[in-house]
């Protein structure tokens, strides 16, 4: 029905706005057809009618944003986000287009970060940024491919200035922890981590967040690592389905040749979603101790597969 509705309005736009410059008469009957093609399912035949309108009547935001909602609809996140923009650059006082651009923005941002298209993401971001410098979850999602980008210094930024447009964001704050660490300013993400549990108390991403901290300055002996599986197990006690802590615990058993343990904790972790290569490596290192040569080389397998699409992520 918003679909239905957006057509609509750009249909009945051009009569209904007597300050607006004339229009090609072909441009209203487009859009009109464009109506009646949605109303029967033909989305596709509909959007090419709304984009020859759009040509012909290029300063009409309205049929942009109809556009819009048909890719949307669709699936074309992409395109819908491209087409909402354009109408947020023509009518830019339109406070209910602006709010949805930033909603199918951040849609389409989940989206690339669930395809590891993070050169994709960050350019998204950075547009999205530009357009809605006040909203914390758009600062998030920048931080969020900074990170993936590692451009950690700029993450450091991005999510420090999401935390300070929205102090109760517990995302925010984690994120920023991890983004410190990330740039190797262990001392700061201590420091936000504390801020953050004495905050967010029942927070199970910081907990978990702060567990890999100190898994790292127990490496350096700046802390010890008792007290990092003691974090990573409250966390796992709030959450059972962090995979990221499941991991590190895995790794902490294979540390200690505890081989059984390793693979059960990289069992739950590919489990609960992560399939990456440290993953898939540290799982053949285990299953390799236990004998299990088959499944180890298949894990094996996993990992250069996902070492490869990890170094495509990162190109221009």
Do not use: C
């Amino acid at each position: 029905m918003k679909l239905f509705a957006a057509l609509l309005s750009a249909v009945l736009a051009w009569s209904q706005a007597p300050a607006r410059a004339p229009e090609p008469p072909e441009a209203m009957t487009l859009a009109r057809r464009a109506y009646e093609l949605a109303r029967a399912g033909h989305a596709e035949e509909a959007a090419a009618s709304l984009r020859e309108a759009a040509r012909l009547a290029p300063d009409n935001a309205l049929y942009r944003s109809a556009l819009g909602g048909i890719y949307e609809r669709q699936g074309k996140l992409e395109e819908a986000v491209s087409a909402f923009f354009e109408a947020v650059r023509l009518d830019g006082a339109n406070a209910r287009l602006r709010e949805h651009l930033e909603s199918v923005s951040l849609d389409y941002g989940a989206a690339l970060a669930r395809e590891r298209r993070y050169r994709a993401g960050l350019a998204l971001a950075r547009q999205t940024v530009a357009q809605f410098s006040q909203s914390s979850s758009v600062y998030l999602m920048l931080g969020l491919f900074e990170t993936r980008n590692q451009e950690n210094l700029a993450a450091v930024s991005a999510y420090r200035r999401a935390l300070e447009l929205n102090p109760e964001s517990a995302e925010a704050s984690a994120g920023l922890g991890m983004a410190q660490s990330s740039a190797g300013l262990m001392k700061d993400a201590e420091a936000t981590f504390q801020a953050g549990l004495k905050r967010f108390p029942q927070d199970a991403m910081h907990r978990q967040a702060y567990g890999v901290l100190l898994v790292k300055l127990a490496e350096t002996g700046s802390a010890n690592r008792s007290r990092a599986v003691e974090m990573l197990e409250s966390a796992l006690k709030m959450d059972p389905s962090l995979a990221e802590a499941h991991y590190q615990l895995g790794s902490l058993a294979l540390a200690d040749d505890d081989a059984a343990t390793a693979a059960r904790e990289f069992a739950l972790a590919a489990a609960n979603g992560l399939d990456d290569s440290r993953l898939h490596y540290g799982f053949a290192r285990a299953l390799r101790r236990l004998g299990r040569a088959q499944e180890a080389e298949r894990r094996l397998e996993l990992f250069r597969e996902r070492k490869k699409a990890e170094a495509g992520s990162l190109e221009p």
